[in-house]
């Protein structure tokens, strides 16, 4: 059983175009964690968010932890090449301490 | 300067033959964790040592096992591999454990069962 859906699974955008991506469960969680992974290597954790209706923005990406703690979404502004890679929501459950990954949005920015 | 090293970064066997990858950490972690990932795929916690408390995912096959014979090295074998077992093994590591823990991770090693 997957815990945390990713959607969309893949995305090919122009660059300079906005998206979001969304990660969503039927479970509640205690924080949650967005990582980016480029091809060959391990995810790098981009933001932790633990409150209930938190945002946060790292530059041209806004971070929002649903108000349930059951869902969470990623905004990027002006998307480049680099923004290219795997990207990834990571739970913490209430009742364990570990981190279960979503699904996975693959997204290509086309220069 | 590289904080979570694997060796190797490719590793090829046969099928059925035993083997078995490395991971260290320079960051002196409490936490170290083992996930399979296939292609294309969300990473899979197979399981994470606390210190050298070993918690096992409950649906990690027992064709996987792991060692943590000090706080720097965890060891992934793979007693026998078979085809499904191709994927990239990520190491990671974290201070403690929870959302107030980042997770660092390496590169990974990339399994190919002939």
């Known amino acids: 059983t997957q815990l945390l859906e990713q959607s969309p699974q893949f995305l090919s955008i122009q660059e300079g175009e906005n998206l979001t991506v969304y990660c969503n469960s039927s479970?509640?969680?205690?924080?949650l964690q967005w990582y980016r992974q480029e091809p060959g290597e391990g995810p790098v954790l981009l933001v932790t968010?633990?409150?209930?209706?938190e945002v946060k923005k790292l530059k041209r990406l806004t971070f929002q932890f649903g108000d349930a703690r059951k869902d969470s979404s990623l905004h990027i502004t002006a998307a480049q090449p680099g923004d290219t890679g795997l990207y990834l929501c990571?739970?913490?459950?209430?009742?364990?301490?570990?981190?279960?990954f979503g699904t996975g949005t693959s997204l290509t920015v086309i220069p | 300067d590289a904080m979570v090293i694997q060796n190797p970064r490719y590793q090829v066997t046969q099928f059925g033959k035993p083997v078995t990858l490395s991971c260290s950490q320079t960051?002196?972690?409490?936490?170290m964790y083992w996930y399979q990932q296939k292609s294309s795929q969300a990473p899979k916690l197979l399981f994470h040592?606390?210190?050298?408390?070993?918690?096992n995912e409950a649906d990690t096959p027992d064709n996987f096992q792991s060692r943590r014979p000090n706080t720097s090295f965890c060891f992934l074998d793979i007693r026998s591999p078979g085809l499904g077992d191709a994927a990239m093994y990520l190491c990671?590591?974290?201070?403690?454990?929870?959302?107030?823990?980042?997770?660092?991770f390496g590169p990974g090693t990339r399994l190919t069962v002939t």
């Open positions: 990671a590591t974290s201070r403690g454990s929870g959302g107030f823990y980042e997770q660092y």
């Open positions: 479970s509640v969680f205690s924080s």
């Open positions: 968010v633990v409150t209930g209706g």
């Open positions: 990571a739970g913490e459950r209430d009742t364990g301490n570990q981190f279960y």
């Open positions: 960051l002196n972690h409490n936490v």
């Open positions: 040592y606390y210190d050298k408390d070993f918690n």
